[in-house]
């Protein structure tokens, strides 16, 4: 359950070339042009191209047993017309320990809320980690809480360790990370101007190893 920038909007469709994969249509596009880039645009976003562009509200997970999709979107439906929309008032462009990413400039409650309210409302359809994803999480040496958070939400960063962002790039290096914002920045900051507005949570697919896309838009109606 992901935030996705309105279909057609100026910030929907750089997401979707500066990724080089459109959630929306469920294809591939061509990169933009940037003669400053540090490393190749296809290179730098390597790692983000797989999931598109999006904001995590509650994080990926694989449908427990007796759950189906239609019956998850028939509860997000509900779940959605009973939530406000609202909007970001600031956000920016800037490098979140060595990944480029736009993030608001400081703490939204609304939008913690929603993302917290995503989290524990739709649990119920998430199935159990394996082992393995476990161990891939632990890797980055958890704090007590967020090992809590791992064993009962299946995720290490949610509630107080929530930090909303749609990621631009793969990890890299603090110059070449800050190269690229301030490459970036003529061409994004005109689009985060006026804020996000949060109209919508959308809900994400992936199909084996392909690439996630957007599966529906839920409006925020409440």
Not at 143 to 160: C, H, I, M, R, T
Not at 181 to 204: A, K, R, T, W
Not at 206 to 216: P, V
Request: aromatic share 10%.
């Amino acid at each position: 359950m992901y935030y996705a920038p309105e279909a057609g909007s100026r910030l929907s469709d750089f997401g979707a070339q500066w990724l080089g994969w459109d959630a929306e249509a469920g294809r591939r596009v061509a990169h933009p042009s940037f003669a400053d880039l540090p490393l190749p645009v296809a290179q730098l976003t390597a790692t983000p191209r797989k999931y598109g562009f999006h904001g995590t509200l509650k994080p990926p997970f694989k449908l427990a047993k007796g759950t189906t999709v239609a019956s998850l979107q028939d509860h997000l439906e509900i779940f959605a017309g009973q939530q406000p929309a609202f909007r970001i008032k600031q956000v920016s462009l800037r490098s979140l320990g060595g990944f480029v990413a736009i993030t608001p400039t400081r703490p939204s409650p609304e939008l913690a809320a929603l993302a917290a309210s995503c989290v524990q409302r739709f649990d119920p359809f998430r199935a159990p980690p394996s082992d393995a994803e476990l161990a891939r999480r632990r890797i980055a040496n958890l704090s007590d809480a967020q090992e809590k958070n791992l064993s009962a939400w299946g995720y290490p960063y949610v509630f107080d360790a929530f930090r909303f962002h749609l990621t631009l790039t793969g990890q890299l290096t603090p110059e070449v990370a800050a190269n690229v914002v301030d490459c970036l920045q003529p061409h994004v900051g005109p689009m985060l101007s006026e804020g996000l507005p949060i109209n919508e949570v959308c809900l994400f697919c992936q199909n084996g190893n392909e690439d996630f896309h957007i599966l529906k838009r839920f409006a925020l109606k409440g």
